[in-house]
């Protein structure tokens, strides 16, 4: 028996695990074919982003590639073993507040950040792979006011690489660059300054060897940008903005907005009250997406400020909208605005899909964005203009998406008006879908969408704008939608523009998901489960009850020993799961912008963790008959 | 004492205070920017004015402890003479709450987002009236901002009226017991009694999540 459980951990009985805690041992059920050899050698240049995004062994960025989809080709873990999952190693990153990063994995090393708390905000940890050693951490100099300044917990979304340097992002505003082997500091730019409101919460992406940032401070009044770092010297390359004169937007004249109504001389200026561009949000806190043939990125912008609309007729351009950029010059290809004039605080910062999909007999080249505001948009990535959208969820605020025009039509019934209560609003301000990722299986050619289900009444009230305080004028409540449920983690055929199926959760599904050519999906729950249904049915094939719950995003990759593992970070928080880890009063429901009304139980669910989980499968069967076999 | 009222930008806060009203096209707060130059002057509302500026002078407020531990276990507080935290007072406090953003991260009735929760106690700073105004005018290190040199003194107070208010929960137990049946009570969302100072005169069932019951 003790020799059996040779490099096993003790944990099992502890974690109420079923199977054995292995360290990463022995030969995998299914070796990896010898081709897959990694890069990784001492004498070799440290691989560039661009090789790592097709290396299935590794997770080189976020999104897992330029194209977002969050697909694996490995499949040694696969529909029919995925049941035997369990811990290799577990590491804490000692910051109990919510965690929604993804862990990287660069040649048999993990990389991870913490959110911006504990005793070193927003630290970073490089451990090796196949030991869970920890090998260096750097901790940022803090500025703890930064944690007053983020509107929805102090999260990171994660860190970037490229070419042997690890970017991070911080909280109070800063980019800096790491040394990957070593964890030695080579750069740091200040980008944001937290007394206009700003912080930056996105993981960083890296293009063509510049660091693309953007801020957050939509609850702020906070004017948004994307700017992009010289990932070698931290230089301030250029720096679009989301509102203001066309010279600051980057908009000149190679831009064609897809409809004439976007169309104009400075329409972030014209589209606003005088001078409220300046304080009009519009914040690139999301996903960036990029398409080396067309030589575009490709993000979302955020709400404008404030939430009270009253306070700012027009448009609101470019803020709810989704920019396509050349990166080497920041200027701008086409905008769509998604949300003109937003009355609920549906931010377009979602992930955007870069797929080829079939569509009326001919494959358009298309990019997927899953709306906050309930709709899954289909457009030309070429152009912005919208192929299809169609509502995924209960959506009341929006009847439909006029094609024609690519403008929404709304339920007049709803609009808000200073002093006067409006009830039943679906979806809430959160939408019907937030940050949290999803995956594309050109397997399945589905999309894996982790999503929520919730309703709000809403009041908007006076505000005013003061600098580094927030800019909302609104309050709210949210609540369960229709069904009494408040998550969805479903499957959506883009070409048919149907739902394949879903699974409905008591909580928001607020982790991000992942897919693998082992036809495997995982997102994780806020009730701290982490799950693996199978992809085409939906039918949940493993789960693990973790410490706390989840929000981050899964990622999965392969070590020098030949194993597949899969690592999530356990730890609620984020917006939704504020509660759970900061000083809210779940008796008061519009706390926490509103979100306390729906999630005031889950602290009879979990508290907060910061546990870096590593799964993988067993490497010798009979040890795990060993252990599974309660004792007689 | 006009001296200590004044010691704050005045300019600063009326501006700040007209933008919030002048922003409202419709609304209650189209009064707030005149009652403003009022609130400046040495005549308040609260009697004694002459007596509570000597004891509330700095040089008093700098001897408030925000903790409750002291070397040789001596009680080192000083003997202060608080204004006047009257209903009149929390009244006008909820809409300074509102003017000068306290609402947006502390959120409405104080449940907590940003800012920590102000509706149930212990305060990390100190519960005292004379706690609750240096966190104001000082600033606190976690992202409360310093407000001294912004809101003129009496404000303040008028907030600290509001504030204590927004904790006066029902007593229920010394600890906290969380479950799928407990808390039991939650307020009436600000939305149905938007402008009450007395958030917790008013409660229904615990909705674990789902629509209010109004």
């Known amino acids: 028996m003790l020799r059996s459980l040779r490099g096993c951990l003790p944990y099992a009985a502890l974690l109420f695990l079923t199977a054995p805690v292995c360290a990463a041992t022995g030969a995998p059920a299914e070796p990896l074919s010898p081709s897959d050899s990694r890069t990784s050698n001492g004498a070799e240049a440290p691989p560039a982003i661009e090789q790592l995004v097709g290396d299935k062994n590794n997770w080189g960025m976020a999104a897992k590639d330029y194209a977002n989809t969050r697909y694996s080709e490995l499949d040694q873990i696969n529909a029919a073993n995925v049941a035997q999952l369990q811990v290799a190693w577990m590491f804490s990153l000692g910051a109990v507040r919510g965690q929604e990063a993804a862990p990287l994995v660069i040649n048999g090393v993990v990389y991870v950040v913490a959110p911006y708390a504990g005793p070193n905000p927003n630290q970073v940890f490089a451990l090796a792979l196949a030991s869970g050693d920890l090998k260096w951490s750097y901790a940022p100099k803090p500025n703890s006011a930064a944690a007053g300044i983020a509107c929805c917990d102090v999260v990171s979304r994660g860190l970037a690489y490229d070419k042997g340097k690890i970017f991070l992002n911080t909280l109070d505003g800063y980019s800096v660059a790491l040394e990957a082997e070593t964890g030695k500091e080579l750069w740091h730019t200040r980008l944001g300054d937290i007394n206009k409101g700003e912080t930056i919460t996105m993981a960083p992406v890296v293009v063509k060897d510049k660091v693309l940032v953007g801020n957050s401070g939509g609850e702020y009044g906070a004017r948004g940008w994307l700017a992009a770092v010289d990932a070698n010297s931290g230089k301030i390359l250029w720096r679009a903005y989301s509102t203001g004169p066309d010279s600051e937007v980057l908009i000149g004249d190679d831009f064609k907005a897809p409809y004439p109504w976007m169309s104009g001389k400075d329409m972030g200026v014209q589209s606003w009250p005088p001078d409220k561009w300046k304080v009009g949000g519009g914040n690139a806190w999301g996903w960036i997406s990029y398409d080396p043939e067309l030589n575009l990125i490709y993000y979302g912008t955020g709400n404008p400020g404030a939430w009270n609309h009253e306070t700012r007729p027009g448009d609101n351009l470019w803020s709810c909208a989704i920019f396509a950029r050349n990166p080497d010059t920041g200027m701008a290809k086409w905008a769509y605005q998604i949300g003109p004039h937003d009355l609920w605080d549906y931010d377009e910062i979602n992930e955007n899909i870069l797929v080829d999909l079939p569509i009326d007999n001919q494959v358009r080249k298309v990019l997927i964005h899953p709306g906050r505001n309930g709709y899954m948009y289909v457009l030309d990535r070429a152009t912005g203009e919208v192929i299809s959208a169609d509502a995924f969820d209960n959506v009341n605020t929006i009847s439909s998406i006029d094609l024609k025009s690519g403008r929404p039509v709304l339920n007049d019934s709803l609009t808000p008006q200073v002093g006067r209560t409006v009830r039943n609003v679906c979806p809430a301000s959160p939408g019907a879908k937030d940050w949290q990722p999803s995956a594309w299986s050109p397997r399945t050619k589905l999309l894996y969408v982790p999503h929520q289900h919730i309703c709000m009444n809403f009041l908007t009230g006076d505000v005013g704008y003061i600098a580094g305080t927030p800019y909302v004028g609104a309050e709210v409540d949210m609540f369960a939608g229709p069904g009494g449920y408040r998550g969805e983690f479903m499957a959506w055929d883009p070409v048919t523009k149907k739902k394949v199926w879903a699974i409905t959760e008591q909580l928001p599904v607020w982790s991000g998901a992942l897919v693998t050519k082992g036809d495997v999906a995982f997102y994780g729950t806020m009730d701290r489960w982490f799950k693996a249904v199978d992809a085409n049915s939906g039918k949940v094939l493993w789960q693990f009850r973790a410490g706390s719950g989840f929000i981050g995003q899964p990622t999965t990759f392969a070590g020098a020993d030949g194993r597949q593992y899969v690592a999530i970070i356990s730890g609620v928080g984020g917006w939704s799961g504020a509660i759970a880890v900061a000083k809210i009063d779940p008796r008061v429901r519009n706390g926490a912008l509103g979100f306390t009304g729906a999630m005031q139980d889950l602290p009879a669910h979990t508290v907060g963790g910061a546990t870096l989980l590593v799964f993988a499968l067993p490497t010798n069967k009979r040890d795990t008959a060993d252990i599974a076999a309660p004792p007689k | ?214």
């Open chain 2, 1 to 214: 004492m006009v001296a200590l009222i004044f010691r704050a930008p005045i300019r600063l806060t009326l501006l700040l205070l007209g933008i919030a009203a002048g922003l409202a096209t419709v609304g209650p707060l189209s009064g707030s920017a005149q009652e403003g130059p009022a609130l400046g002057s040495p005549k308040g509302d609260s009697g004694g004015d002459s007596a509570q500026s000597d004891a509330l002078s700095p040089d008093r407020l700098i001897d408030v402890p925000i903790v409750n531990l002291t070397p040789g276990a001596v009680d080192v507080r000083p003997k202060l003479a608080i204004p006047n935290l009257d209903a009149d007072a929390a009244q006008r406090g909820l809409q300074y709450f509102t003017n000068f953003n306290c609402v947006g991260c502390h959120m409405p009735n104080g449940g907590g987002g940003m800012g920590p929760a102000l509706s149930f106690r212990p305060f990390i700073y100190g519960d005292r009236p004379e706690n609750i105004y240096l966190s104001i005018h000082q600033g606190r290190p976690n992202g409360m901002p310093a407000w001294g040199t912004v809101i003129p003194e009496k404000l303040i107070w008028d907030i600290v009226a509001y504030v204590k208010n927004l904790s006066q929960a029902p007593a229920q137990e010394w600890g906290t017991t969380t479950s799928k049946t407990s808390p039991a009570i939650e307020q009436v969302p600000k939305e149905f009694k938007p402008s009450t100072a007395q958030p917790w005169n008013y409660t229904q069932k615990f909705s674990s999540g789902q629509a209010p019951n109004p």
